[in-house]
């Protein structure tokens, strides 16, 4: 008679957890990089699709070393080279359906896009201005300067500059 051994099988996460052991993993509310840390923050349950895409786009941002940005451009480019790195490495090795043309990746990155967009917006004539120096715009139409707040987990709030 042959003895059949049951094995416990081994959680999606547990298993992208022993992948990246230069990694930290902590349970949180939200999908977040503390590049301090060097800890990615994910929800306890990752059940869909969706939540597997965005812990891997996480776990790219540890493994491209992103760090932080000095001009709010650099975000966006942070963001879009993330989604790229789990799209193009992460999700074939790790079995997660994904593309740069998915509804996640894309709303992930049109909610960075908007918050440039508003960001560059003239408190006085709503023009697109520039950014100057890190925080701080000036507007392309009226020469209006003004200088934002860090504003990624927080309200945008814009402070005129005198001109």
Same mark, same amino acid.
């Given at each position: %008679?042959? &003895?059949?051994? %049951?094995?416990? =099988?081994?959680s999606w996460l547990e298993?992208?957890?022993?992948?990246?052991?230069?990694?930290?993993?902590?349970?949180?509310?939200?999908?977040?990089?503390? =590049?301090?840390?060097?800890? &990615?923050?994910?929800?306890?349950?990752?059940?869909?699709?969706?939540?597997?895409?965005?812990?891997?786009?996480?776990?790219?941002?540890?493994?491209?070393?992103?760090?932080?940005?000095?001009?709010?451009?650099?975000?966006?480019?942070?963001?879009?080279?993330?989604?790229?790195?789990?799209?193009?490495?992460?999700?074939?090795?790790?079995?997660?359906?994904?593309? %740069?043309?998915?509804?996640? &990746?894309?709303?992930?990155?049109?909610?960075?896009?908007?918050? /440039?967009?508003?960001?560059?917006?003239?408190?006085? $004539?709503?023009?697109?201005?520039?950014?100057?120096?890190?925080?701080?715009?000036? $507007? /392309?139409? $009226?020469?209006?300067?003004?200088?934002?707040?860090?504003?990624?987990? $927080?309200?945008?709030?814009?402070?005129?500059?005198?001109?």
């Amino acid at each position: %008679m042959a &003895v059949m051994t %049951m094995r416990s =099988p081994t959680s999606w996460l547990e298993k992208i957890k022993s992948a990246f052991p230069e990694l930290e993993f902590a349970a949180g509310d939200n999908f977040a990089w503390l =590049p301090k840390q060097k800890t &990615v923050v994910h929800p306890a349950n990752l059940d869909s699709n969706d939540d597997k895409a965005q812990l891997l786009h996480e776990i790219s941002h540890g493994l491209l070393d992103h760090q932080d940005y000095s001009r709010d451009i650099g975000l966006i480019d942070m963001e879009r080279q993330a989604w790229e790195y789990a799209v193009d490495n992460l999700a074939p090795k790790f079995e997660v359906n994904l593309s %740069m043309d998915d509804d996640i &990746v894309q709303d992930s990155l049109d909610t960075y896009r908007q918050w /440039l967009y508003k960001r560059s917006l003239c408190p006085d $004539c709503q023009a697109v201005g520039l950014e100057q120096k890190p925080q701080n715009y000036r $507007c /392309l139409n $009226c020469s209006a300067n003004w200088r934002v707040n860090d504003a990624r987990t $927080c309200q945008l709030k814009r402070y005129k500059k005198p001109r």
